[in-house]
């Protein structure tokens, strides 16, 4: 019994010392630590190299200075892309002089089916400002890792088309540093993200 309390004892006094090099120590925690390590600040977003519906390569360069709303989706998508675009379209029109600060982007996760043509019409019913980005299969895996986006292609049995997409819906706000500043729910109200976008801008 006393063996077990000094062992205890011993592994206690351990991680008291263990923890408290982390905090005193200078170059002990930056050591252990990733560099990139960002308390309180989600890992989400980084560079991207895409191609926009123009036809024009850009990257997440081409967006400093600038607030983005980001979503991740595809033109086929039945539901959740069109509803949660129409949101983001609407809540830009209300906010007023501060939707300048913000360019809304799409970024499909569905490059074989959505082209540059194809976006450039999708996009062009939602907004005159939403930027629609593709790219090969490889360059829009990247962003979307970048961004931890979940998606993959499923077949659709309810469809005569022959596969769809399964893939998260949320809506990013970054900064003009590129840098993560909050997310939406593709079941966000327009007056709720106009209200939220208006305390962060």
Do not use: N
Not at 41 to 68: N, Q
Not at 120 to 148: N, Q, W
């Amino acid at each position: 019994m006393r063996k077990l309390r000094i062992a205890i004892w011993a592994v206690c006094a351990f991680a008291v010392g263990a923890i408290a090099a982390l905090v005193l120590i200078p170059g002990v925690r930056e050591g252990l630590l990733p560099k990139d390590a960002s308390f309180g600040r989600a890992l989400v977003g980084g560079p991207f190299s895409l191609i926009d519906h123009t036809g024009k390569r850009v990257t997440d360069k081409d967006f400093r200075g600038r607030y983005m709303l980001v979503m991740f989706g595809f033109t086929y998508c039945p539901d959740i892309c069109p509803s949660g675009l129409q949101v983001v379209a609407a809540a830009l029109d209300k906010l007023g002089p501060k939707a300048e600060k913000i360019t809304p982007v799409f970024i499909t996760v569905d490059p074989e089916r959505d082209t540059p043509q194809q976006m450039a019409y999708y996009v062009a019913s939602f907004h005159p400002r939403l930027i629609g980005l593709t790219g090969t299969l490889a360059e829009v895996d990247a962003a979307a890792k970048a961004y931890r986006v979940y998606y993959k292609k499923v077949r659709d049995e309810s469809s005569s088309a022959p596969y769809t997409i399964d893939h998260s819906a949320l809506i990013y706000l970054m900064g003009p540093d590129g840098s993560y500043v909050a997310h939406f729910s593709h079941t966000t109200g327009v007056e709720a993200m106009v209200a939220r976008l208006d305390k962060l801008l």
